[in-house]
């Protein structure tokens, strides 16, 4: 009997199209993998709240102050930006998305007023944000007062109950409600907010 010889099997042909489409695929998916997994920042600077992430912050009165870190999500370095287009950065006294939360608890040993968000977490960033939304459009329910050195005051009615008055002074006043946000920013750097 004659054998034929057998053939080997046959291997399909990869184009360098496939291969390099192949190798773009698996460096996008380990990217995300690695995104997901550490905080990347531009110059090695501490990392900062993430979108999956809580941070806290401790108020004077030892109460903690929480950034859910859902909304805000990360932007270049230190930064962290909201749907709406804010910016919140470092400043002299912390990280100014700390310094708003600050507001979401009383400080009644506090000299003063003291501004005090009913929302909580997230719903503080979201509640800044419905007013940030309310400058853009031009609303009439906005006061826009210059402040120099490239800041401005808005004081945005928002036509419902946004926190109440604390502090000392809210304290003698026995926690009046407050209806109005005090937005001071930068362009669209936040410098400070707080129920009005």
Same mark, same amino acid.
Do not use: C
């Given at each position: 009997?004659? +054998? ?12 360098? +199209?496939?291969?390099?489409?192949? =190798? ?5 998916? @380990?990217? #995300?993998?690695?995104? &997901?997994?550490?905080? =990347? ?10 979108? %999956?992430?809580?941070?806290?912050? #401790?108020?004077? $009165?030892?109460?903690? @102050?929480?950034? &859910? ?26 990280? *100014? ?11 009644? !040993? ?6 005090? %968000? !009913?929302? #909580?977490?997230? $719903?503080? %960033? *979201?509640?800044?944000?419905? @007013? ?10 906005? +006061? ?8 401005? &005051?808005?004081? =945005? ?13 809210? @304290?003698? +006043?026995?926690?009046?409600?407050? $209806? ?17």
């Amino acid at each position: 009997m004659n +054998k034929r010889p057998s053939t080997p099997p046959r291997i399909p042909k990869i184009t360098a +199209k496939k291969l390099l489409s192949a =190798i773009i695929i698996v460096l996008i998916i @380990a990217y #995300q993998w690695y995104a &997901e997994s550490t905080s =990347i920042t531009d110059t090695g600077a501490t990392p900062q709240p993430s979108v %999956f992430s809580t941070t806290t912050s #401790q108020t004077p $009165d030892n109460t903690t @102050a929480t950034l &859910e870190g859902r909304y805000l999500r990360d932007g270049r370095g230190e930064n962290l930006l909201s749907p709406a287009g804010l910016v919140y950065t470092s400043g002299r006294s912390g990280h *100014r998305s700390k310094h708003v939360m600050r507001h979401a608890s009383d400080e009644p !040993d506090r000299p003063g007023p003291h501004g005090v %968000f !009913d929302a #909580q977490g997230d $719903d503080v %960033f *979201r509640l800044i944000d419905e @007013a940030y939304e309310l400058i853009q459009s031009g609303s009439n329910r906005v +006061k826009t007062i210059p402040e120099g050195n490239g800041k401005t &005051e808005y004081i =945005i009615h928002m036509n419902r109950r946004i926190g109440y008055l604390g502090g000392e002074t809210g @304290a003698r +006043k026995n926690h009046p409600s407050l $209806d109005r946000l005090n937005l001071v920013l930068g362009e669209n750097r936040v410098i400070t907010a707080y129920p009005y």
